[in-house]
């Protein structure tokens, strides 16, 4: 039996040891998210990586998890989804085992009535489970994930993905079959990528540009179409070229002595851009332009001088006269002196019918 003092030292020794544990832990190299214990990935997978107040999530897994609710405005915490309401996400999915990696805090359950399985977001993606980005944001797993009847034709091993032109996959849940061309299939990660890069507004079928049908059925199932502007719009500078002002003068003969790419504000040497393009230019004295025209068109512009002389000489040749313009024969025929027989128009007589 050990007496009081022995036990008291034996605690003490025991937090002491603990204590040098925790300190000799390697501290994580790189933040994960609370809500899958998972680094930073595919944000075409998870989503965006939040980070804030030492809280860090990925946003699928803030609007997958079953029981967390977006309480806040969209300006407060992570679009609207408070830090203590993530806590507490998180204390309740650390009951939860991944029916995938059996490890707990699986925040995600499937949602089909009497299916008690719950996984990780990323756990769940490898294995065939499904997530819908719409409406009530529901997850399934891969026995009760809504499913496509997928037509192929015989020759399967030729059949090539329309977006990316490699061959199809074996598995049927990584392909995806467009409800507007039915014979059109995709590879899921392709129709992935063309959503995220199009965004919601410019997302539509690749092959007949639908654009109800084709959303709809993706987002059934489980294609993330961002509610944002395309990916290209959204890029620094992307239309910086729009606001520049031309700034050359294309006259055959520049005549300006500080060169063709300079140009005063005002007077002879003030640059006039075409008025029909924009993208051409001309000092002012270069094409003999007079002082209070502002308008000009470039060479590309303007229509051919040969076109405008045949255009006039069209106008100004007398009218030739059409047969609408002819007399009826009976009249013809009873006036001797008509002015087209002055002109020596004749008219032949009918044979008699025999």
């Known amino acids: 039996m050990r007496t009081r003092k022995e036990n008291q030292e034996h605690q003490r020794l025991r937090k002491s040891a603990k204590s040098r544990r925790v300190t000799q832990r390697k501290p994580a190299s790189r933040p994960v998210c609370l809500l899958c214990l998972q680094e930073p990935g595919d944000p075409e997978k998870l989503g965006e990586f939040l980070q804030k107040?030492?809280?860090?999530?990925?946003?699928?897994?803030?609007?997958?998890?079953?029981?967390?609710?977006?309480?806040?405005?969209?300006?407060?915490?992570?679009?609207?989804?408070?830090?203590?309401?993530?806590?507490?996400?998180?204390?309740?999915?650390?009951?939860?085992?991944?029916?995938?990696?059996?490890?707990?805090?699986?925040?995600?359950?499937?949602?089909?009535?009497?299916?008690?399985?719950?996984?990780?977001?990323?756990?769940?993606?490898?294995?065939?489970?499904l997530s819908q980005f719409f409406g009530e944001y529901k997850s399934f797993c891969g026995n009760h994930r809504p499913t496509q009847v997928i037509q192929r034709g015989q020759n399967r091993e030729e059949e090539s993905c329309v977006l990316c032109c490699e061959k199809l996959s074996q598995a049927s849940v990584e392909n995806i079959q467009s409800p507007c061309c039915s014979q059109t299939i995709y590879h899921r990660k392709c129709i992935q990528k063309y959503a995220h890069t199009s965004a919601k507004h410019f997302f539509k079928c690749p092959q007949c540009n639908n654009r109800e049908e084709f959303p709809q059925e993706m987002l059934r199932m489980g294609i993330h179409i961002p509610d944002r502007d395309a990916a290209w719009e959204l890029e620094p500078g992307a239309f910086s070229d729009l606001y520049q002002r031309y700034q050359h003068c294309d006259a055959r003969t520049c005549l300006y002595e500080q060169g063709r790419d300079s140009f005063e504000d005002k007077g002879r040497w003030c640059l006039i851009l075409c008025d029909t393009c924009g993208s051409h230019g001309t000092h002012r004295d270069c094409s003999s332009l007079p002082s209070d025209d502002k308008e000009w068109e470039c060479e590309e512009c303007a229509p051919p001088t040969a076109a405008i002389t045949v255009l006039s000489d069209l106008e100004d040749k007398p009218k030739e006269p059409s047969w609408t313009d002819w007399p009826d024969l009976q009249s013809l025929l009873g006036r001797r002196h008509h002015s087209w027989w002055s002109k020596g128009v004749r008219i032949a007589k009918c044979c008699p019918r025999k």
Do not use: M, T, W
Request: glycine letters at 8%.
């Open 53 to 129: 107040d030492n809280l860090s999530v990925h946003y699928f897994c803030l609007i997958l998890s079953s029981k967390l609710p977006q309480r806040g405005q969209s300006n407060r915490g992570f679009h609207g989804f408070l830090p203590e309401d993530i806590k507490k996400e998180a204390i309740r999915a650390s009951r939860k085992v991944c029916f995938v990696c059996k490890k707990k805090g699986a925040a995600i359950n499937c949602q089909k009535d009497h299916c008690l399985r719950n996984f990780h977001l990323p756990c769940g993606q490898a294995q065939g489970c």
